[in-house]
């Protein structure tokens, strides 16, 4: 079990990457964060997250054919640490780094996370350039075959030389010195690379020695079940899936991860099913686009993210957000699950229909999410002793998304759902 305590509750922000890809900047991130304090901080929102390549001078200017331009122009101190490009992020002049965007989050009462790949710049190695706290130049300790094979900016580490954990320890120094909140690091989750394994452990220790909590979160998936004892021990989060995007199959397919992962979700430690693609998303991709998810298949996404306690990213341009996404992700009677609620677990799949029960940690009562996985209106019903209860008698039914309740049951429940629709119901005791 992972020592820290670092993410009480599965975290919840936002995320740069679904709708600006590579080329978010500085005006961007604080417009966002502006949005979040204003209109969703009081929800439980709170992380401000720069995602992927903002130390790259030219990041997007080719996305007709390269996602991460081949050995671009990047920002870089002389200790092999990657910096902010100051053409995108005006404010980290003179050596200053994300200090001024980080004060900035957190004087709206906000965190800040940025996102990072595995290993060591490969222009840091073939400059052999200096390594904060040993004598090991950048080209010593990288590995010039460990490599990512959908991004070229870093070399693996060789995790056995002397030097190795003294990098991760420079940077980890260097961001808690910004104050950087979260960190998002990618090209590890899945351990594509023998050494992934290993630079998780020393991602968590260079945290553990730079003096500052750093929720840390795995990408991409899928993690490996087998290996979930590596990830619980060294990390918060860990992705449980690919990059998952707006299509009803890979939200269909999120119930078998989920499945399989639903006895490792505990405090401090998340399977995340990865970011939510509403409103509007796309742009930095080329094609800015309203989710493709329809209004109903939303409330899938959100009832079980939130009856699994999976970490809450929004990957909309916030400032775009229509009122009725407003109002799906500030839902505080869903949001509850995420912070009062435990022993997720799936009652039943078949290829038309799922049912999950959770219980409530404060209160006497249980969550019931039904699933709609079919492509028709369906009704779905459910038995107390399909959930280990001996009756329905005594118990307050509220759906939380529409308010609708219900009384009186005792031997049965049923109710219609639209297609890939859900409901979530919470079954709370009546006090007599």
């Given at each position: 079990m992972n020592k820290n305590k670092f993410a009480q509750a599965p975290?919840?922000?936002?995320?740069?990457?679904?709708?600006?890809?590579?080329?978010?900047?500085?005006?961007?991130?604080?417009?966002?964060?502006?949005?979040?304090?204003?209109?969703?901080?009081?929800?439980?929102?709170?992380?401000?997250?720069?995602?992927?390549?903002?130390?790259?001078?030219?990041?997007?200017?080719?996305?007709?054919?390269?996602?991460?331009?081949?050995?671009?122009?990047?920002?870089?101190?002389?200790?092999?640490?990657?910096?902010?490009?100051?053409?995108?992020?005006p404010s980290s002049v003179n050596g200053q780094g994300f200090k001024p965007l980080a004060d900035y989050v957190h004087s709206l009462g906000l965190k800040f996370g940025i996102h990072i790949m595995r290993g060591i710049p490969r222009i840091a190695a073939h400059n052999h350039m200096k390594v904060l706290g040993t004598d090991k130049t950048a080209n010593?300790?990288?590995?010039?075959?460990n490599i990512c094979w959908w991004n070229p900016d870093m070399y693996g580490l060789?995790?056995?030389?002397?030097?190795?954990?003294?990098?991760?320890?420079?940077?980890?120094?260097?961001?808690?010195?910004?104050?950087?909140?979260f960190i998002k690091c990618d090209d590890i989750c899945r351990l594509d690379m023998p050494s992934a394994?290993?630079?998780?452990?020393?991602?968590?220790?260079?945290?553990?020695?730079?003096?500052?909590?750093?929720?840390?979160?795995?990408?991409?998936?899928?993690?490996h079940i087998n290996k979930a004892?590596?990830?619980?021990?060294?990390?918060?989060?860990?992705?449980?899936?690919d990059d998952f995007w707006d299509h009803w199959p890979l939200l269909l397919n999120m119930f078998e991860r989920c499945e399989v992962w639903q006895r490792h979700v505990y405090e401090g430690c998340y399977p995340d099913c990865d970011m939510l693609p509403l409103g509007y998303i796309g742009k930095g991709f080329g094609h800015e686009r309203y989710t493709r998810f329809t209004k109903d298949e939303q409330i899938t996404m959100m009832t079980l993210w939130c009856i699994f306690r999976s970490p809450l990213m929004l990957g909309a341009e916030l400032t775009k957000l229509d009122d009725w996404t407003l109002s799906l992700i500030t839902n505080k009677k869903v949001l509850r699950l995420l912070s009062h609620s435990e022993g997720a677990r799936q009652i039943m799949r078949s290829k038309n229909q799922a049912i999950w029960l959770s219980v409530d940690t404060e209160e006497e009562a249980y969550y019931l999410a039904l699933f709609n996985l079919s492509d028709e209106t369906r009704k779905i019903s459910v038995t107390p002793q399909e959930l280990d209860l001996d009756s329905f008698s005594g118990f307050a039914w509220e759906e939380l998304?529409?308010?609708?309740?219900?009384?009186?049951?005792?031997?049965?429940?049923?109710?219609?759902?639209?297609?890939?629709g859900a409901r979530l119901y919470k079954m709370s005791r009546r006090q007599i």
């Open positions: 975290p919840m922000g936002w995320n740069s990457y679904d709708y600006y890809d590579t080329t978010v900047n500085e005006e961007q991130v604080k417009a966002n964060a502006d949005y979040m304090a204003a209109h969703l901080k009081e929800y439980g929102w709170e992380y401000v997250v720069v995602d992927i390549q903002w130390y790259a001078y030219d990041a997007g200017t080719q996305r007709d054919r390269f996602q991460y331009i081949p050995f671009g122009r990047v920002e870089i101190d002389e200790y092999s640490r990657l910096l902010p490009c100051p053409e995108r992020f010593q300790i990288a590995n010039p075959s060789d995790v056995k030389a002397s030097g190795a954990q003294e990098y991760y320890n420079s940077i980890f120094k260097l961001y808690a010195e910004w104050g950087v909140d394994e290993k630079e998780i452990e020393m991602l968590h220790n260079a945290i553990m020695a730079c003096g500052r909590p750093m929720v840390l979160s795995l990408s991409p998936g899928p993690a004892w590596i990830y619980e021990k060294y990390a918060n989060m860990w992705r449980i899936t998304w529409t308010g609708e309740s219900r009384m009186g049951l005792s031997n049965a429940f049923e109710c219609e759902l639209p297609v890939h």
